[in-house]
């Protein structure tokens, strides 16, 4: 009887202890299997205070060779992960490849505003009030945005839905929440092999006509369409979980400043990065350590943030020294341009949780601007989101496992450069 019935409070009262005791278990099998001399930083070898000098000096500039972890990101940004912005050692070609995402990114401000503004229009005017997942919701706005960019033209609905079910795919199989579909993957890459001739810009010429169409599918229609789609989920589930903050935006439409700031304050609270890596390519001297060449540095963002005063941890696009995102200009203008949209349309409510990795999507509960809110789908989602909670990690700890192994065991990086790529 007494077993039954602990059995049942276990079951009942899993949503409040069991996810972050199976997120603790995936962590430690992700260390071990990815068992590597990896410096985190900051961290006991390396302090907070030496986090910046560390990024931005010169030698931390390896970026995939030799590092056990690159296999694992080259196989969740695969198709063409050799190609990936990302992903290039430094040189010549890593040089051609970020000019040509410049290029392709820059716009004056004026245009950038209205283009956004009219893509954002497109797709929320076909979003339904009710409960949604705002990543989900999001994600057509820059899947549209970036085509545009891209091919300097309006997004063809099948080209949509092909951005989408790529960025969803990856994004998904980063978070462990499934294994990658590189079926699903191929589709957009035929598409975009089939395109390649109508793109306007002029392509890195280092890179074959197949790895331009990689490097495409890469920068613009995953790291981009990931990106805005997480930036933006996590700061329409701030407004959505915060009265106050939504009052203030929507009774003072004009106050850009203030808009910035919730902008920054999503991005200081939520970075979009856990960590990024590189590799040494000669000793870093500090004051009171060396860290040898060979290295692999792990710049932990969230570490960085929580461990610093306000403003000095707040580095949401990377350090300028050190390949900082080419889209810093660009991504808060947007989506500022969409949280207008998205708030003259909606109000919105959220009583799910809402974590760094965001594996939820965000849900939240759109209704008509002026409409009065039903509380019936909040409790609803509150209950269904602490359930989700538990099946998710049990999920995400058998998928992160499968994908950790299986990235080790197609070793795509390591492979590439024992090939003697460069
Ligand atoms: C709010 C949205 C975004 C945030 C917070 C963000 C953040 C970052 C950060 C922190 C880095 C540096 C990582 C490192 O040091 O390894 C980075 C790099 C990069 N980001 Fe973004 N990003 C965003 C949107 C975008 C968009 C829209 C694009 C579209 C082109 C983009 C493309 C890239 C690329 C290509 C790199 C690699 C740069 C290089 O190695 O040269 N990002 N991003």
Redesign the pocket.
Known sequence: MIGKVLTAAAVASAPAWLPRRVVGLRMKIFALVNGQDAVTIPGERVGVEDFRRV?ADPAANG?SRGAALSDLFWYWLAPGPEV???H?EPGPR?DEV?KC?RQ??VRSKKDSEELTRRVAAHVLDGVRPGLVRLRDAMMPI?AEL?YELVFGEPCPPEARDLVVAHADDVVSALKCVRPRNMRRRARLTKYLRRRLADVPHPLPRSLTPEEQVYYLQG??FN???V??S??MAHLLMIVAKRPDVQRRLVEQPGDDAYLDQVIDDG?RAY???GI???IATADIELAHVTIPAGTVLC?S?PDFAARSAEDAGF?????TQ???????G???LT?RVVTREVLRRFSLASTAGHTRSIPNRGPALLTPRGARRRRVPLVWLAVRDRWEDVWRSFAQLVFGTYMVLDARHQALCSRYFAGGNR
């Not at 580095?315 to 350090?319: A, L, M, T």
């Not at 050190?322 to 810093?328: D, I, M």
């Open positions: 990024y970026r990936h912005q990302e290039l890593y970020a995402t392709i990114l820059w970036y920068t613009f790291t981009a369409v990106q805005m997480e930036a991005l970075p979009l990065f990024a890596h590189r710049f963002y580095i949401p696009f990377g350090v050190n390949r900082a995102c080419p889209a810093r660009l991504a808060p989506m």
